[in-house]
């Protein structure tokens, strides 16, 4: 992974969460930012309308929106010119809600595969900036990366540079 990596919400650090940075000092992790969880809910309740199964797994709707989702954590993932991240699997989490991505900046080849693996099939998506995808139900647990960054491709002045950046948004299950 040639990806930098920054967490609101939890702290992600590979295979766990903490609501300390791991950097030793003790610091908290800056909040989950509202807005973005506003945002998510309603794209996972969109997605819901085209596919119901998008939920399985998801917590009830008490004290959340109307979706059932209840994000607690961003991670934002800069993808510098010639960054990538291998196919990796989201298990960390202890529930089974589905994952928000957002994408800003230069497009990328997303590749999205199955739970069985990391190997074949797969299929390959072109994400462009403003983009928004939504995983859950039986893709929840996919094996999924991005082997390229098409350079030059986005508006530099949106996010003020080449590159892309990728948020995901996600229910964790913990308390804390």
């Known amino acids: 992974m040639s990806v930098?990596?920054?967490?609101?919400?939890?702290?992600?650090f590979p295979y766990g969460y903490s609501r300390t940075l791991d950097d030793g000092d003790g610091s908290r992790v800056a909040a989950f930012p509202h807005p973005l969880g506003v945002l998510s809910g309603r794209?996972?309740?969109?997605?819901?309308?085209?596919?119901?199964?998008?939920?399985?797994?998801?917590?009830?709707?008490?004290?959340?929106?109307?979706?059932?989702?209840?994000?607690?954590?961003?991670?934002?993932?800069?993808y510098g010119p010639g960054a990538r991240m291998g196919m990796h699997a989201d298990r960390d989490?202890?529930?089974?809600?589905?994952?928000?991505?957002?994408?800003?900046?230069?497009?990328?080849?997303f590749r999205f595969g199955t739970p069985a693996g990391r190997g074949r099939p797969w299929t390959d998506v072109v994400l462009e900036?403003?983009?928004?995808?939504?995983?859950?139900?039986?893709?929840?647990?996919?094996?999924h990366g991005v082997p390229k960054v098409m350079v030059g491709t986005g508006t530099p002045a949106v996010i003020g540079r080449q590159g892309r950046w990728n948020i995901t948004v996600r229910e964790t299950g913990l308390v804390g």
């Open 93 to 109: 989490e202890r529930c089974a809600a589905p994952v928000v991505s957002l994408s800003l900046g230069d497009s990328c080849v």
């Open 129 to 143: 900036s403003g983009d928004l995808f939504v995983f859950g139900g039986p893709s929840r647990l996919a094996f």
């Open 43 to 78: 794209a996972v309740a969109d997605a819901r309308e085209i596919e119901p199964r998008v939920l399985s797994g998801a917590t009830d709707s008490s004290g959340g929106d109307a979706s059932g989702f209840r994000p607690d954590v961003a991670l934002v993932n800069w």
């Open 4 to 12: 930098e990596i920054a967490c609101f919400g939890w702290h992600w």
